[in-house]
């Protein structure tokens, strides 16, 4: 059986990409396995130093499979839980990851998709891409994270209209409030992508996951606090080769070949 995800890693970029497109690439639970089997590669190759996700075809992500949903012969619990359990681990581990992610939104997403979506630390879409909530319209609730990343990107208020409403928002809306970081015309989409995760790739590792780590604990640090985690990352930062390089390659003006 073809698996509905590819996963590629090149010179420090793992490349995740849905590909069921004439399925929408629809959250299935085919793709919940492979989504989890796919993230835990990358965590475990010590060689990938930043991630892309995309999709094949017109749509970025459909969502949840609700034909699936639609089946009596099993309690609609069960087959929730049977899907989101390896997804949700999935995340968990994609969102600790110490390296950039960087998602690129080829068309409309709804449903679970969202948190695919939104989960890179930058995100980029596609002209054709469209945001829905979806969930309120069939009884369900957010999950794969997406309540959480549409709350930190685009405040509480943002996030209630886009899941009690459910109306479509378009790519230049999501781009207004935050919700998307840049948007391409679709035939540019994928090529700016990749070239930012492979600029991404090429970074300083350390200070790159520094970074992030700094992002994430400013938005919960009191600020003398987070003086003191600066002044440590600062130091730990300092102490390393690419340091160095980056600051001989500066006075030199050329480009600095990170360790």
């Known amino acids: 059986m073809t698996s509905p995800l590819k996963l590629h890693i090149e010179h420090g970029l793992a490349t995740m990409t849905f590909s069921a497109p004439e399925r929408a690439n629809v959250l299935d639970l085919a793709m919940a396995r492979a989504f989890a089997s796919a ?23 459909a969502g949840g499979d609700i034909n699936a949903f639609a089946d009596t012969s099993r309690p609609l619990t ?32 709804g449903g679970g998709g969202i948190g695919f979506a939104l989960c890179g630390d930058i995100v980029l879409a596609a002209e054709s891409m469209k945001l829905r909530g979806g969930y309120s319209a069939i009884g369900l609730t957010p999950d794969v994270g997406g309540s959480w990343f549409i709350t930190r990107r685009a405040g509480a208020a943002k996030a209630k209209e886009v899941f009690l409403t459910n109306r479509p928002f378009t790519a230049a809306e999501c781009r207004a409030v935050g919700l998307v970081d840049e948007v391409y015309p ?12 492979q600029k991404l790739a090429q970074g ?49 003006k050329r480009a600095p070949k990170f360790s």
């Open 78 to 109: 069960q087959v929730l839980e049977e899907l989101l359990d390896p997804v949700l681990e999935a995340m968990k581990l994609l969102t600790l990851l110490p390296m950039p992610i960087v998602c690129a939104i080829n068309g409309p997403v």
């Open 186 to 197: 679709d035939h540019e989409l994928q090529d700016k992508a990749r070239a930012m995760a």
């Open 39 to 61: 993230v835990q590669t990358i965590a475990s190759d010590a060689s990938v130093r930043a991630v892309l996700i995309t999709g094949e075809g017109k749509q970025f992500c």
């Open 204 to 252: 300083p590792k350390q200070a790159l996951a520094r970074i992030k780590s700094l992002i994430e604990a400013a938005q919960h640090h009191g600020l003398h606090a987070h003086f003191d985690m600066e002044r440590e990352s600062m130091l730990a930062s300092g102490a390393t080769d690419d340091a160095r390089e980056g600051i001989r390659a500066f006075l030199e």
